[in-house]
Protein backbone atom coordinates (compact mmCIF):
# COMPACT_ATOMS: atom_id res chain seq x y z
CA UNK A 1 0.00 0.00 0.00
CA UNK A 2 1.05 3.47 -1.30
CA UNK A 3 0.65 5.00 2.20
CA UNK A 4 1.04 8.83 1.64
CA UNK A 5 -0.80 8.02 -1.42
CA UNK A 6 -3.94 7.25 0.08
CA UNK A 7 -3.71 9.71 3.07
CA UNK A 8 -3.83 12.44 -0.27
CA UNK A 9 -6.79 10.24 -1.43
CA UNK A 10 -8.36 10.86 1.69
CA UNK A 11 -7.49 13.83 2.07
CA UNK A 12 -8.89 15.42 -1.32
CA UNK A 13 -11.93 13.41 -0.52
CA UNK A 14 -12.85 15.27 2.38
CA UNK A 15 -12.03 18.20 1.07
CA UNK A 16 -14.39 17.70 -2.22
CA UNK A 17 -17.11 16.73 0.48
CA UNK A 18 -17.38 13.29 -0.60
CA UNK A 19 -18.44 10.23 1.77
CA UNK A 20 -15.72 8.40 3.36
CA UNK A 21 -16.13 5.13 5.22
CA UNK A 22 -14.71 4.20 8.25
CA UNK A 23 -15.11 2.35 11.75
CA UNK A 24 -13.89 2.41 15.29
CA UNK A 25 -11.68 -0.66 17.24
CA UNK A 26 -11.71 -1.03 20.65
CA UNK A 27 -11.07 -4.58 21.11
CA UNK A 28 -7.06 -5.28 20.96
CA UNK A 29 -6.68 -8.46 18.64
CA UNK A 30 -5.34 -8.86 15.06
CA UNK A 31 -8.13 -10.88 14.08
CA UNK A 32 -10.85 -8.01 14.90
CA UNK A 33 -8.35 -5.56 12.55
CA UNK A 34 -8.31 -7.95 9.93
CA UNK A 35 -12.41 -8.57 9.67
CA UNK A 36 -12.54 -4.92 10.26
CA UNK A 37 -10.41 -4.20 7.36
CA UNK A 38 -11.69 -6.53 4.74
CA UNK A 39 -15.43 -4.70 4.66
CA UNK A 40 -13.80 -2.20 2.42
CA UNK A 41 -13.47 0.66 4.74
CA UNK A 42 -11.53 3.72 4.42
CA UNK A 43 -9.96 3.86 7.64
CA UNK A 44 -10.27 2.10 11.06
CA UNK A 45 -9.49 4.33 14.28
CA UNK A 46 -8.01 2.22 16.68
CA UNK A 47 -9.51 3.60 20.41
CA UNK A 48 -7.06 4.19 22.80
CA UNK A 49 -9.37 6.62 25.02
CA UNK A 50 -11.89 4.33 25.55
CA UNK A 51 -11.39 0.93 24.33
CA UNK A 52 -8.52 -1.70 26.39
CA UNK A 53 -5.70 -1.16 23.74
CA UNK A 54 -2.17 -0.03 24.56
CA UNK A 55 0.29 1.62 22.23
CA UNK A 56 2.34 -1.18 22.41
CA UNK A 57 -0.44 -3.38 20.40
CA UNK A 58 -0.36 -0.38 17.60
CA UNK A 59 2.17 -1.99 15.05
CA UNK A 60 0.09 -5.57 14.86
CA UNK A 61 -3.03 -3.89 14.33
CA UNK A 62 -2.04 -1.38 12.08
CA UNK A 63 -0.56 -4.16 10.22
CA UNK A 64 -3.58 -6.25 9.94
CA UNK A 65 -5.43 -3.75 9.13
CA UNK A 66 -2.85 -2.18 6.29
CA UNK A 67 -2.93 -5.40 5.23
CA UNK A 68 -6.55 -4.51 3.87
CA UNK A 69 -5.09 -1.15 1.96
CA UNK A 70 -7.26 0.56 4.45
CA UNK A 71 -5.61 3.56 6.77
CA UNK A 72 -4.81 3.04 10.32
CA UNK A 73 -5.62 6.06 12.90
CA UNK A 74 -5.74 6.28 16.84
CA UNK A 75 -7.69 8.39 18.74
CA UNK A 76 -5.35 9.10 21.55
CA UNK A 77 -6.22 8.11 25.24
CA UNK A 78 -4.92 11.72 26.51
CA UNK A 79 -3.20 14.86 24.54
CA UNK A 80 0.16 14.44 25.58
CA UNK A 81 3.42 14.47 23.10
CA UNK A 82 4.52 11.32 24.13
CA UNK A 83 0.90 9.53 23.23
CA UNK A 84 0.74 11.24 19.54
CA UNK A 85 4.52 10.84 19.40
CA UNK A 86 4.30 6.84 19.90
CA UNK A 87 1.22 6.49 18.31
CA UNK A 88 3.07 7.86 15.03
CA UNK A 89 5.61 5.97 15.32
CA UNK A 90 3.46 3.20 16.08
CA UNK A 91 2.32 3.61 11.92
CA UNK A 92 -0.27 5.64 12.75
CA UNK A 93 -1.78 7.34 9.35
CA UNK A 94 -3.90 10.17 11.39
CA UNK A 95 -4.00 11.34 15.12
CA UNK A 96 -7.80 11.75 16.54
CA UNK A 97 -7.21 14.21 20.17
CA UNK A 98 -9.56 13.87 23.03
Request: aromatic share 8%; with cysteine.
Amino acid sequence: MNKQKKINDLREKIRKGAITCGTWQQIPHIGISEIIASQGYDWVVIDLEHGSINTGQLPNLFCAIETHNVLPFVRLKESHYSDAHSALEAGASGLIFP
